[in-house]
């Protein structure tokens, strides 16, 4: 089965570790990418003053796909801040648009992330990801690290298993470019 999906990324590099190993591992599949640094997303508001900004339209036009694809680096054991707050956003989902929230039930989720060092270290985030894709009524699909131990040198191996796990992710395969 073949899924709809669109990928989520933050990071604080544009031509950095995370953005060269999504874009390999996106090579085939062309999947649409919501880049955080490109999106007007401030920090949760307890009186929702900021609901005017670009959350609630990404969110919108996220809900198109079946699949959600979180993409970080890791930032001290955990994910991105521009990441961080976009994720606390999805509390406004809770509250004052409840209605998009109740549509995010059922839908896929997964997370890739690079890090420097070995992937026991990013099992927090992981479990972040996992926790909060179940409280949210999301499924959560698996995780995927990709470590780069030196910087801004990502290995063809690291690279291929990236693209991998997404195409796995979404249900890609050879015969589907057969069929373009
Ligand atoms: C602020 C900061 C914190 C980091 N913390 C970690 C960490 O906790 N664990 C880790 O493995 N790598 C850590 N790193 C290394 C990055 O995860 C790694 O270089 C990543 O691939 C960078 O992706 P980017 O080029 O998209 O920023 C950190 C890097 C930065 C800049």
């Known amino acids: 089965m073949t899924h709809n999906a669109a990928l989520v990324i933050g990071t604080s590099r544009t031509d950095g570790n995370t953005w060269t190993t999504l874009r390999a591992a996106n090579e085939n599949l062309q999947l649409p990418i919501f880049d ?9 508001d307890y009186n929702s003053e900021n609901l005017a900004d670009d959350f609630i339209p990404t969110i919108e036009r996220l809900l198109e796909f079946d699949t959600i694809g ?17 994720i606390d956003r999805f509390s ?7 209605d998009l929230g109740r549509q995010l ?8 992330a ?8 990013s099992e927090c985030m992981n ?9 949210l009524g999301m499924k959560y699909e698996g995780f995927h690290y990709s470590r780069v131990a030196e910087d801004l040198v990502v290995p063809d191996n690291v ?10 992710k979404v249900g890609y395969n050879k015969r589907m470019v057969a069929d373009r």
């Not at 690079?114 to 270290?121: I, L, M, N």
């Not at 479990?127 to 409280?135: A, C, P």
């Not at 690279?159 to 796995?168: C, I, N, P, Q, T």
């Open 36 to 44: 955080l640094a490109t999106l007007r997303i401030s920090y949760f």
């Open 70 to 86: 979180l993409v970080s680096p890791v930032y001290w054991y955990s994910v991105s801040a521009q990441m961080k707050t976009f």
């Open 92 to 98: 406004d989902l809770l509250g004052p648009r409840k």
């Open 105 to 112: 039930r059922g839908k896929r989720v997964f997370l890739m």
């Open 114 to 121: 690079t890090g420097y060092s070995e992937e026991k270290y």
């Open 127 to 135: 479990q972040m990801i996992q926790l909060t894709s179940d409280y």
């Open 159 to 168: 690279l291929g298993e990236a693209r991998v796990f997404l195409e796995s």
